[in-house]
């Protein structure tokens, strides 16, 4: 039973570009989430998703950040422009419709140039 | 807002001996708390949970123990190994969507 999958693991970016990072959640699963996490920092919400829904997002900064989950297919956080401040882990996590726990990938490591 | 803290950055403890890692958190509408285990490189790794109507809940050479009067959640880990060096987070959560993290602990075993 594969856990939730991200990819790239990996993703350097210059300055101005755009950075696409995919989830795959766990099989069964229909309820992803984004967090950030800066060096020797805790993680921070980003966004809430369901199928083709965004139902938080809450965590988000407002401009150059975006992010989907289509019927078919990964979930997609999307940076565009980005920045050295963009500079982070992003971790994805899954669970179950009404579940409290959450399984996280092992996260894309974005490094702005 | 919400707010989940760490006591300690550091914890050392010898192998063999037990370790408490402390977190406090804020918000009294938190009902569910995790503590997660994270080594360097990797993703948060479940490690046990605890619901808000629960005072204390054991797993394999954990325990959990959460104290609502003072927002206190602590982690036990019994005869600690050098496998158990990581950073520890505890989450929290009021509803079944985003948790809020704390800074972590990073454990560390000396043999």
């Known amino acids: 039973n594969a856990g939730v999958m991200q990819n790239p693991r990996h993703l350097v970016r210059r300055r101005g570009q755009e950075a696409r990072l995919r989830c795959s959640p766990m099989k069964g699963h229909s309820h992803v989430y984004w967090y950030r996490q800066l060096p020797e920092e805790g993680l921070k919400f980003m966004v809430y998703l369901q199928k083709e829904n965004i139902i938080d997002e809450s965590g988000m900064p407002k401009e150059r950040f975006s992010a989907e989950f289509p019927k078919e297919g990964p979930s997609i956080l999307r940076i565009q422009q980005v920045v050295r401040g963009d500079s982070a882990a992003y971790f994805c996590?899954?669970?179950?419709?009404?579940?409290?726990?959450?399984?996280f990938g092992p996260g894309t490591r974005l490094t702005v140039t | 807002g919400e707010s989940v803290g760490l006591h300690l950055p550091t914890l050392s403890v010898q192998e063999g001996d037990n370790s408490i890692i402390n977190c406090a958190y804020s918000n009294s509408a938190s009902d569910y708390f995790i503590w997660y285990k994270q080594e360097s490189g990797k993703g948060p790794q479940f490690i046990i949970d605890?619901?808000?109507?629960?005072d204390k809940r054991q797993g394999q050479r954990v325990t959990v123990l959460l104290n609502k009067t003072v927002k206190h959640l602590s982690l036990q880990i019994a005869a600690t190994q050098p496998g158990d060096s990581a950073v520890y987070f505890c989450?929290?959560?009021?509803?079944?969507?985003?948790?809020?993290f704390g800074t972590g602990t990073r454990l560390q075993v000396t043999l």
């Open positions: 996590a899954s669970s179950g419709k009404g579940d409290f726990e959450q399984y």
């Open positions: 605890i619901r808000s109507n629960m």
């Open positions: 989450a929290s959560t009021g509803t079944a969507s985003k948790l809020t």
